[in-house]
């Protein structure tokens, strides 16, 4: 909201400015935000098909073809590298202010060489704005000092957001619990309690499923206020060959195409990071309490506003009973 409000509030004194963010639904989401309101001068972009495009002018295809992109350290490193590049040799597109949201995911050197050449000025005399969640540093410490060290240079103002405007204090406790991670609480209100649907079989949580969806819906929630998130992709979660629930198609959200209001959306907790419903179901949640999984939870668990159901197996219960256990230690250590 504020990313977006800073946006305005540029395009308004006439700067021409790059939105930039790191996946595709969120910059969509942006991008339909504006031309709601008929804002002109924000030009929003996700990282992925910015670079493609700055590689691409910069006749730098080829070099990015011979690239392995499921290495680890490929969007990290290596594809920053070769948009810097194409835009050394060739020249490109720069903008009169940069503001970035859900920074964390492009908060490492190589990105910021890129970002120093898109806007006017670089990011030593440039206006640029980056939001960031410090609980979601993929990147590691080495690289998070490196980045302030980079970033001080420009003498840059800091703002802590420390209230929680977001989430109900239930939603924000249950995502501290089955992540490990703990959410701020500050400001944050009452709400509903949330719940934990344990199930014995894939069988058992399609039908436990069907009757959450049922419930909602049957209730005053409405179809577009309601996603399902998962840690894997469809064909790998509990909904695979489903295409129906509670009478309603399931949309992926994660294809191409515009969101059908009437239908059950669904989504990896990658790809929602940024966005909101009022309610989540959270399903394919195994890993609960294996440190691997923790971030990719607390990204997708705190997506929920007032409603969060999580499908849990019954072979992971005890593992949520010790992770609510160390929650309410941690919350005791510091009362």
Known sequence: ILATDRARQLAANGRKVLFL???????GHIRRSLAGDNV???????????????????????????????????????????????????????????????????????HLDVLDLLVDGGLDHGVWHVFPDPLQNIYGSDAERAVEERLASAYPVHDRLEDNCRNTRQVAAQTSIISGIDMAMNNAPDGLECENVSYLSRADALDQIEAVVTKLLGSDLRPRDLIILSTR????????????????TIQDL??????????????????????????????????????????????????????????????????????????????????
């Open 40 to 110: 002109t001068g924000v030009d929003v972009r996700h990282a992925h098909a910015l670079y493609r495009g700055i590689i691409r002018s910069g006749g730098k295809e080829a070099e990015l073809a011979e690239e392995d992109e499921t290495d680890p350290g490929f969007f990290a490193r290596r594809f920053p590298e070769l948009a810097a590049d194409a835009l050394l040799e060739n020249g490109g597109q720069r903008w009169d202010a940069l503001v970035v949201d859900e920074a964390q995911d492009l908060l490492t050197p190589s």
């Open 233 to 248: 992709q469809r064909e790998n979660s509990l909904l695979s060959g489903q295409d129906r629930l509670a009478g309603r």
């Open 254 to 335: 994660t294809e191409e195409g515009p969101e059908d209001e009437g239908a059950i959306a669904f989504a990896t907790m990658q790809a929602f990071k940024g966005l909101e419903r009022m309610a989540v179901i959270a399903i394919d949640m195994q890993d609960i309490g294996a440190q691997q999984w923790s971030m990719l939870h607390y990204a997708g668990l705190s997506r929920a506003r007032c409603l969060l159901h999580a499908f849990v197996p019954e072979s992971s219960s005890e593992r949520y009973r010790r992770q609510a256990t160390a929650y309410g230690e941690r919350i005791k250590g510091r009362s």
């Open 21 to 27: 963010c790191f996946n595709r639904l969120l910059a």
